[in-house]
Every structure is written in C-alpha cells, then in structure tokens.
Nanobody, 123 residues
Framework: QLQLVESGGDLVQPGGSLRLSCAAYGFTLDYWSIGWFRQAPGKKREAVSCITKSNSNTHYADSVKGRFTISRDNAKNTVYLQMNSLKPDDTSVYYC????????????????WGQGTQVTVSS
C-alpha cells in the first residue's frame, strides 16, 4: 500500500531538538521530491521545507532557516527533518507529502499525505 508515515514528534522544551522521519512504503522515494508541512490549530497548512529528487536541493521557510535541516536517505526510503532551537511557535502537527516536480510552491501539487506527527514546544 502506497503511503508516507511520519514519526518522531514529541513534547520538547524551548531550545530543544527533535528529528522527524518520513518513511515511504509502496514506492521508491528516489523519484520524488518530499516536502514537510505543518498546521497549527485554526491556522492554514504551511510549507516548512522541501528536498528535491535527483539533486537533493533543499528549500526552507524563512521562519525555520538556520534551525531546521532536511535530508534524505534513499537506501532507507526515508526523509528526515532535524529541528534545532525549537520555539513555541513551532508547535504544530507536521506532515510530509510527495511531489513529482522539483519542490514547486503550489501545495496542491503535493500528494500522498501522511497522517502527521505532533510537535509541542513548551516549558
């Protein structure tokens, strides 16, 4: 069954770190760009980061630049999001999704959304 599964969310104190994983099942990750998104209660889903297929170029929202790092391990069919210096504003459900393109910004071009993983940053 084709799906993406996120994991790694947790409750963490401000300034702490987490690593999220996005594992692909039923398809080969190599051929797809993968994006991370987040959605807080009452807010729209927003793009956080994206890594392209083939050349693994990376893209980040301004709000996470310098703190988050996206990477992919095609051998493990998994994309990671390393999150450092976490802030309360980072509290959200984090989702990953795939795109046939090269991390274009149109969220409607992403599909196969995972179920999400909750990240809570609080003291």
């Amino acid at each position: 069954q084709l799906q993406l599964v996120e994991s790694g969310g947790d409750l963490v104190q401000p300034g702490g770190s987490l690593r999220l994983s996005c594992a692909a099942y039923g398809f080969t990750l190599d051929y797809w760009s993968i994006g991370w998104f987040r959605q807080a209660p009452g807010k729209k889903r927003e793009a956080v980061s994206c890594i392209t297929k083939s050349n693994s170029n990376t893209h980040y929202a301004d709000s996470v630049k310098g703190r988050f790092t996206i990477s992919r391990d095609n051998a493990k069919n998994t994309v990671y999001l390393q999150m450092n210096s976490l802030k309360p504003d980072d509290t959200s459900v984090y989702y990953c999704a795939r795109q046939w393109g090269m991390c274009t910004t149109d969220i409607s071009t992403f599909g196969s959304w995972g179920q999400g993983t909750q990240v809570t940053v609080s003291s």
